[in-house]
Protein backbone atom coordinates (compact mmCIF):
# COMPACT_ATOMS: atom_id res chain seq x y z
CA UNK A 1 0.00 0.00 0.00
CA UNK A 2 2.80 2.12 0.85
CA UNK A 3 4.38 2.17 -2.87
CA UNK A 4 0.57 3.09 -4.57
CA UNK A 5 0.01 5.96 -1.80
CA UNK A 6 3.39 6.74 -2.92
CA UNK A 7 2.21 7.72 -6.62
CA UNK A 8 -1.63 9.17 -5.93
CA UNK A 9 -0.05 11.57 -2.87
CA UNK A 10 3.05 13.44 -3.91
CA UNK A 11 6.89 12.92 -4.99
CA UNK A 12 7.58 14.22 -1.58
CA UNK A 13 5.70 11.34 0.05
CA UNK A 14 6.19 11.47 4.55
CA UNK A 15 4.81 8.40 5.88
CA UNK A 16 2.76 10.32 8.14
CA UNK A 17 0.17 11.58 5.55
CA UNK A 18 -0.97 8.35 5.09
CA UNK A 19 -4.56 8.51 6.04
CA UNK A 20 -5.14 4.92 7.74
CA UNK A 21 -2.99 6.26 10.77
CA UNK A 22 -5.75 8.03 11.80
CA UNK A 23 -7.81 6.39 14.62
CA UNK A 24 -11.22 4.74 12.73
CA UNK A 25 -10.43 5.33 9.18
CA UNK A 26 -11.01 1.78 8.38
CA UNK A 27 -14.10 1.51 10.14
CA UNK A 28 -15.16 4.24 8.34
CA UNK A 29 -14.03 3.49 4.96
CA UNK A 30 -15.58 0.11 5.26
CA UNK A 31 -19.09 1.95 6.12
CA UNK A 32 -18.76 4.25 3.51
CA UNK A 33 -17.85 1.35 0.67
CA UNK A 34 -20.91 -0.87 1.30
CA UNK A 35 -23.05 2.46 1.47
CA UNK A 36 -21.28 3.34 -2.65
CA UNK A 37 -21.52 0.40 -3.73
CA UNK A 38 -25.17 -0.82 -2.66
CA UNK A 39 -26.75 2.81 -3.32
CA UNK A 40 -27.85 3.35 0.31
CA UNK A 41 -28.30 7.18 0.47
CA UNK A 42 -25.69 8.98 2.39
CA UNK A 43 -26.65 12.59 3.44
CA UNK A 44 -22.99 14.39 4.06
CA UNK A 45 -24.16 17.62 7.20
CA UNK A 46 -21.74 20.61 7.41
CA UNK A 47 -21.67 23.67 8.70
CA UNK A 48 -21.94 27.05 7.09
CA UNK A 49 -18.73 28.74 7.43
CA UNK A 50 -15.95 28.80 4.42
CA UNK A 51 -14.04 25.80 5.31
CA UNK A 52 -17.03 23.50 6.21
CA UNK A 53 -18.82 24.33 2.90
CA UNK A 54 -15.39 23.44 0.97
CA UNK A 55 -15.22 20.03 2.95
CA UNK A 56 -18.82 19.36 1.89
CA UNK A 57 -18.82 20.18 -2.06
CA UNK A 58 -15.32 18.44 -2.58
CA UNK A 59 -16.72 15.17 -0.74
CA UNK A 60 -19.95 15.79 -2.87
CA UNK A 61 -17.74 15.67 -6.08
CA UNK A 62 -16.02 12.56 -5.47
CA UNK A 63 -19.27 10.69 -4.13
CA UNK A 64 -20.91 12.08 -6.98
CA UNK A 65 -17.55 10.94 -9.13
CA UNK A 66 -18.64 7.07 -7.56
CA UNK A 67 -21.97 7.26 -8.34
CA UNK A 68 -22.97 7.39 -4.78
CA UNK A 69 -26.59 7.85 -3.88
CA UNK A 70 -26.15 11.34 -1.75
CA UNK A 71 -28.10 14.51 -0.43
CA UNK A 72 -26.43 17.17 1.58
CA UNK A 73 -27.78 18.98 4.43
CA UNK A 74 -26.38 22.57 5.91
CA UNK A 75 -26.29 23.02 9.39
CA UNK A 76 -28.18 26.44 10.61
CA UNK A 77 -25.86 27.64 13.09
CA UNK A 78 -21.74 27.83 12.24
CA UNK A 79 -21.03 28.57 16.19
CA UNK A 80 -18.63 25.74 17.48
CA UNK A 81 -20.87 24.42 20.19
CA UNK A 82 -23.87 23.87 17.89
CA UNK A 83 -24.84 20.27 17.74
CA UNK A 84 -27.46 17.43 15.73
CA UNK A 85 -30.17 17.16 17.70
CA UNK A 86 -32.85 14.87 17.18
CA UNK A 87 -34.96 17.51 15.44
CA UNK A 88 -31.96 17.38 12.90
CA UNK A 89 -31.69 14.17 12.48
CA UNK A 90 -35.54 13.49 12.15
CA UNK A 91 -36.03 16.65 9.82
CA UNK A 92 -32.95 16.70 8.25
CA UNK A 93 -31.73 13.30 7.68
CA UNK A 94 -34.81 10.23 8.23
CA UNK A 95 -36.58 12.64 5.80
CA UNK A 96 -34.01 12.79 3.39
CA UNK A 97 -34.32 8.37 3.60
CA UNK A 98 -30.70 8.79 4.91
CA UNK A 99 -29.01 5.17 5.68
CA UNK A 100 -25.25 6.96 6.39
CA UNK A 101 -24.89 10.17 7.88
CA UNK A 102 -21.52 12.09 7.48
CA UNK A 103 -21.28 14.95 9.76
CA UNK A 104 -18.40 17.09 9.22
CA UNK A 105 -17.33 19.70 11.89
CA UNK A 106 -20.25 19.04 13.90
CA UNK A 107 -21.09 16.10 16.38
CA UNK A 108 -24.04 14.48 18.02
CA UNK A 109 -25.60 16.72 20.99
CA UNK A 110 -25.79 13.20 23.06
CA UNK A 111 -25.54 10.12 23.35
CA UNK A 112 -30.27 10.44 23.31
CA UNK A 113 -29.18 11.32 19.14
CA UNK A 114 -26.88 8.22 18.74
CA UNK A 115 -29.27 5.73 19.79
CA UNK A 116 -31.86 7.86 18.05
CA UNK A 117 -29.56 7.00 14.38
CA UNK A 118 -29.52 3.42 15.84
CA UNK A 119 -33.18 2.89 15.79
CA UNK A 120 -33.44 4.44 12.51
CA UNK A 121 -31.13 2.48 11.08
CA UNK A 122 -28.31 5.58 10.08
CA UNK A 123 -25.01 4.71 10.21
CA UNK A 124 -22.76 7.74 11.47
CA UNK A 125 -19.90 9.17 11.06
CA UNK A 126 -18.23 11.87 12.70
CA UNK A 127 -15.18 14.30 11.67
CA UNK A 128 -14.20 16.72 14.35
CA UNK A 129 -10.75 18.40 15.04
CA UNK A 130 -10.83 19.26 18.67
CA UNK A 131 -9.23 18.51 22.03
CA UNK A 132 -11.54 15.97 23.61
CA UNK A 133 -11.16 13.15 27.09
CA UNK A 134 -13.78 10.54 25.76
CA UNK A 135 -14.83 8.13 23.81
CA UNK A 136 -17.57 7.50 21.39
CA UNK A 137 -18.97 4.47 20.08
CA UNK A 138 -19.62 5.71 16.57
CA UNK A 139 -17.32 5.75 13.99
CA UNK A 140 -15.03 9.09 14.44
CA UNK A 141 -12.02 10.53 12.95
CA UNK A 142 -10.16 13.46 14.93
CA UNK A 143 -6.72 13.26 15.37
CA UNK A 144 -6.59 14.30 19.17
CA UNK A 145 -9.03 11.67 20.23
CA UNK A 146 -7.38 9.17 22.27
CA UNK A 147 -5.59 6.73 20.60
CA UNK A 148 -4.88 8.33 17.24
CA UNK A 149 -1.42 8.23 16.21
CA UNK A 150 -1.67 10.51 13.41
CA UNK A 151 0.86 12.68 13.81
CA UNK A 152 -0.63 15.90 11.82
CA UNK A 153 -3.22 17.22 14.56
CA UNK A 154 -4.34 20.64 13.42
CA UNK A 155 -5.89 20.03 9.98
CA UNK A 156 -8.73 22.10 9.24
CA UNK A 157 -12.24 20.26 8.71
CA UNK A 158 -11.63 20.48 5.13
CA UNK A 159 -8.22 19.25 5.51
CA UNK A 160 -9.83 16.16 7.84
CA UNK A 161 -12.28 15.43 5.05
CA UNK A 162 -9.52 15.12 2.79
CA UNK A 163 -8.12 12.35 4.30
CA UNK A 164 -11.06 11.04 4.30
CA UNK A 165 -11.29 11.58 0.36
CA UNK A 166 -7.61 10.20 0.45
CA UNK A 167 -8.44 6.74 1.84
CA UNK A 168 -11.58 6.69 -0.74
CA UNK A 169 -9.08 7.09 -3.54
CA UNK A 170 -7.13 4.27 -2.20
CA UNK A 171 -9.58 1.84 -2.10
CA UNK A 172 -10.86 2.63 -5.93
CA UNK A 173 -7.70 3.41 -7.20
CA UNK A 174 -8.86 7.43 -8.00
CA UNK A 175 -5.60 8.45 -9.31
CA UNK A 176 -6.43 12.40 -9.97
CA UNK A 177 -7.67 12.87 -5.95
CA UNK A 178 -5.24 15.52 -5.53
CA UNK A 179 -7.18 17.84 -8.45
CA UNK A 180 -9.50 18.59 -4.89
CA UNK A 181 -6.69 20.55 -3.11
CA UNK A 182 -8.07 23.70 -4.95
CA UNK A 183 -11.43 23.84 -2.63
CA UNK A 184 -9.10 21.86 0.43
CA UNK A 185 -6.85 25.04 0.07
CA UNK A 186 -9.22 27.49 0.25
CA UNK A 187 -10.70 25.66 3.53
CA UNK A 188 -7.49 25.36 5.09
CA UNK A 189 -6.88 29.03 4.90
CA UNK A 190 -10.04 30.47 6.05
CA UNK A 191 -9.73 28.30 8.96
CA UNK A 192 -6.16 29.82 9.36
CA UNK A 193 -4.13 27.05 10.20
CA UNK A 194 -1.03 27.07 11.28
CA UNK A 195 1.29 27.36 7.63
CA UNK A 196 3.24 24.09 8.72
CA UNK A 197 3.58 20.03 8.54
CA UNK A 198 0.43 19.00 5.99
CA UNK A 199 -1.01 22.02 5.99
CA UNK A 200 2.15 23.62 3.87
CA UNK A 201 1.44 20.64 2.10
CA UNK A 202 -1.75 21.00 1.16
CA UNK A 203 -1.34 24.46 0.86
CA UNK A 204 1.53 24.53 -1.43
CA UNK A 205 0.33 21.79 -3.83
CA UNK A 206 -3.28 23.37 -3.61
CA UNK A 207 -1.97 26.25 -5.35
CA UNK A 208 -0.74 24.88 -7.62
CA UNK A 209 -4.13 23.08 -8.39
CA UNK A 210 -5.90 26.60 -7.84
CA UNK A 211 -4.16 27.99 -10.70
CA UNK A 212 -4.99 25.27 -13.05
CA UNK A 213 -8.72 24.43 -11.55
CA UNK A 214 -11.48 22.62 -13.43
CA UNK A 215 -13.92 23.63 -10.89
CA UNK A 216 -16.25 25.65 -12.65
CA UNK A 217 -17.65 27.73 -9.78
CA UNK A 218 -13.87 29.00 -8.59
CA UNK A 219 -13.31 29.36 -12.21
CA UNK A 220 -16.11 31.77 -12.58
CA UNK A 221 -15.02 33.50 -9.41
CA UNK A 222 -11.50 33.66 -10.69
CA UNK A 223 -12.66 35.27 -13.87
CA UNK A 224 -14.88 37.61 -12.82
CA UNK A 225 -12.49 39.26 -10.86
CA UNK A 226 -9.69 39.17 -13.55
CA UNK A 227 -6.98 36.93 -11.28
CA UNK A 228 -4.53 35.56 -13.67
CA UNK A 229 -2.59 34.08 -10.83
CA UNK A 230 -3.17 32.95 -7.28
CA UNK A 231 -1.79 34.82 -4.08
CA UNK A 232 -2.92 35.51 -0.40
CA UNK A 233 -4.65 38.22 -2.22
CA UNK A 234 -6.70 36.64 -4.51
CA UNK A 235 -7.20 33.63 -2.38
CA UNK A 236 -8.56 35.93 0.18
CA UNK A 237 -11.16 37.30 -2.46
CA UNK A 238 -12.73 33.85 -2.92
CA UNK A 239 -12.97 33.29 0.75
CA UNK A 240 -14.60 36.47 0.62
CA UNK A 241 -17.19 36.12 -1.84
CA UNK A 242 -17.64 32.29 -1.14
CA UNK A 243 -18.51 33.11 2.54
CA UNK A 244 -22.19 32.78 3.22
CA UNK A 245 -24.27 36.52 4.31
CA UNK A 246 -27.25 36.86 6.15
CA UNK A 247 -28.70 40.20 4.49
CA UNK A 248 -31.16 38.64 1.62
CA UNK A 249 -31.49 35.14 2.83
CA UNK A 250 -31.03 33.19 5.52
CA UNK A 251 -27.03 32.00 6.33
CA UNK A 252 -27.97 27.71 5.20
CA UNK A 253 -29.86 29.30 2.11
CA UNK A 254 -26.71 31.38 1.29
CA UNK A 255 -24.91 28.04 2.11
CA UNK A 256 -26.44 25.89 -0.34
CA UNK A 257 -25.68 28.47 -3.43
CA UNK A 258 -22.28 28.38 -2.75
CA UNK A 259 -22.20 24.66 -2.48
CA UNK A 260 -24.24 24.72 -5.98
CA UNK A 261 -21.63 26.80 -7.09
CA UNK A 262 -18.95 24.63 -5.98
CA UNK A 263 -20.12 21.12 -7.22
CA UNK A 264 -21.56 22.73 -10.51
CA UNK A 265 -20.58 20.88 -13.57
CA UNK A 266 -22.64 24.07 -15.89
CA UNK A 267 -19.96 27.21 -16.83
CA UNK A 268 -23.41 29.25 -17.10
CA UNK A 269 -24.69 28.71 -14.12
CA UNK A 270 -21.46 28.88 -12.51
CA UNK A 271 -21.38 32.52 -13.94
CA UNK A 272 -25.18 33.12 -12.89
CA UNK A 273 -24.56 32.37 -9.22
CA UNK A 274 -21.04 34.36 -8.98
CA UNK A 275 -22.99 37.17 -10.52
CA UNK A 276 -25.51 36.85 -7.94
CA UNK A 277 -23.11 36.28 -5.08
CA UNK A 278 -21.58 39.51 -6.08
CA UNK A 279 -24.55 41.56 -6.37
CA UNK A 280 -25.29 39.98 -2.51
CA UNK A 281 -22.53 40.90 -0.93
CA UNK A 282 -22.50 44.38 -2.65
CA UNK A 283 -26.11 44.60 -0.42
CA UNK A 284 -23.92 44.10 2.46
Known sequence: MRKFWES???PNYISGYNPFILKDMNKAIERMVSAI???????????????????????????KYLNADIEYVVH???????????????????????????????????????????NLGIDLIVIE????????????????QKGCQYRYKNLSISG??????????????????NKYLDLILIGEKSAKTP???????????????????????????MEAYNMISINEESIDKIIDVITPTINVVTMTDNARIIIELLITNRKERSEQITKYLNKSKENV
Open 160 to 177: LTFKLMQAIAIYYNIKSI
Open 76 to 118: DDSSVKSKITTKDIINNVHFLGGELLIALGIDLKSSEEEELCK
Open 129 to 144: NRDINYEYDHIYLNPN
Open 195 to 221: KKGENFVIIKEGMKFLINTNNYGLRSI
Open 8 to 10: IYS
Open 37 to 63: NNRKKIVVYGIPNVDGLCAISSLILVL
